[in-house]
């Protein structure tokens, strides 16, 4: 007997699903969550690494999924779950889960977080600066004679001719990461000291005159520890998913496998 979901007037067999699920574009969420789902499973399995939550961790997982959910009272909670069509059950495999995850993250990435964060430090540094731009040679390089001069201010001549957002703020562009900013300017704030006046260059097709005002190292505090975690989490996940799309499928409307016989925190 072919199994089959009734939703609205309409019944949805199983061998329609896989089709509905492409069709709709929701097929790499479900990629994305079995994969999530296998690896915790093979982390237990293979590597003795049980991802287990205490009562203490699953009550304050509930606390804050209902404060994200912003349920007031049971009544909230029970109208969500009808409109969901998830069972008590269910509600708290969905609260765990996301603790499981957590956990898994942790257990998978947590010990290579200070190297990760060492290979990625010259990006994540942050700076401030001013930058005055225009698309006239002749215009950047009176600027930046009349700033060295100090005839005018770089924020007043920011105001008046810089041709960017910049303007706005009287050039003053930032704190923002290095890794947000054009390799030029990189490069040139890099090697640059506070106060110093850079004189214009071309980056594409405007004139740009830079000065640092502060550099912010990139520290390694729990709030950046969370940030590389989902880093190395997100890029796994990405790399996995894409060796399942490229897999063959064995047979239509079936998701191709992925096949593994060590757990991921051996690799």
């Not at 257990?107 to 942050?126: C, I, M, P, V």
Request: aromatic content about 8%.
């Amino acid at each position: 007997m072919t199994e089959a979901i009734q939703i609205g007037n309409r019944t949805i067999t199983a061998s329609e699903l896989i089709s509905l699920l492409a069709s709709y574009q929701m097929l790499p969420q479900l990629q994305r969550e079995l994969i999530i789902d296998e690896a915790i499973e093979q982390n237990s399995r293979f590597a003795k690494l049980a991802i287990e939550c205490t009562p203490e961790e699953v009550a304050q997982a509930k606390q804050q999924f209902y404060a994200e959910k912003q349920f007031k009272n049971e009544e909230d909670i029970q109208t969500w779950m009808a409109h969901q069509g998830l069972t008590s059950k269910q509600l708290e495999v969905i609260i765990t889960r996301k603790l499981k995850i957590e956990k898994f993250k942790q257990a998978t990435w947590g010990n290579k977080l200070e190297s990760y964060f060492f290979q990625s430090k010259t990006k994540l540094d942050k700076v401030i600066y001013s930058l005055l731009r225009t698309q006239d040679v002749g215009i950047a390089q009176e600027l930046y004679f009349r700033i060295q001069a100090k005839e005018n201010s770089f924020a007043d001549l920011a105001r008046e001719y810089s041709l960017g957002p910049e303007a706005q703020t009287g050039g003053l562009v930032g704190p923002i990461e290095l890794n947000a900013l054009h390799p030029v300017i990189v490069q040139m704030l890099s090697s640059s000291q506070p106060g110093q006046i850079l004189p214009p260059t071309r980056i594409a097709d405007w004139f740009v005159i830079l000065r640092l005002e502060k550099f912010i190292p990139a520290q390694l505090d729990e709030f950046m520890k969370v940030r590389l975690l989902n880093e190395l989490f997100e890029t796994w996940l990405q790399e996995e998913q894409k060796q399942i799309m490229s897999a063959p499928r064995s047979e239509a409307g079936t998701l191709p496998q992925k096949q593994s016989d060590q757990p991921l925190t051996s690799l």
